[in-house]
């Protein structure tokens, strides 16, 4: 989010070593389980330690103005949205989440599984078209959420 004028100094962040931290991990053939867990634990502590400065910021500006633009408040809310989902996910030990956050710039994506061979998941818009008797195709739904086709 950056550093703000209204604030004498900018929390630390330890972006490079979460940088580091990150790169150990992915860049070992094979981690394993524990280092899977070990890697996605640790960028979301990092996250919440970031989360809970620009909280403490932000509680210090109360009944004034806040300072972020539209996008930037939007995008907040999505990473907070975006961390709840991921810590609940390492929480229960599962790969799977009800509206699951994929993209921070388009948060209304959403994976859909569909078990082909070449790719396992896809992303985008799901649409259900039906052709007419003078074979004109119609749109009959268009959603971004995962739907069953049987019922049109």
């Not at 990150?22 to 640790?42: E, S």
């Not at 909280?55 to 408040?73: H, Q, T, V, Y």
């Not at 959403?110 to 799901?126: L, M, S, T």
Request: glycine share 6%.
């Amino acid at each position: 989010m950056g550093y703000c004028h209204t604030f004498n100094k900018s929390p630390r962040t330890y972006r490079e070593k979460a940088r580091k931290d990150y790169l150990a991990i992915v860049k070992r053939r094979r981690p394993g389980k524990k280092g899977y867990r070990k890697g996605n634990k640790q960028p979301l502590q990092y996250l919440q330690r970031n989360l809970k400065h620009i909280e403490n910021m932000l509680d210090s500006l109360a009944g004034k103005d806040i300072p972020l633009s539209r996008k930037r408040l939007r995008q907040y809310w999505i990473i907070q949205t975006l961390f709840a989902q991921q810590s609940l996910m390492h929480k229960t030990k599962t790969q799977r989440c009800d509206d699951r956050i994929v993209s921070i710039s388009q948060p209304h994506v959403r994976p859909i599984i569909r078990g082909k061979q070449n790719k396992a998941v896809e992303f985008g818009a799901k649409l259900s078209v039906s052709v007419t008797g003078d074979k004109i195709a119609c749109v009959d739904e268009l959603r971004w959420d995962a739907f069953h086709e049987a019922k049109d």
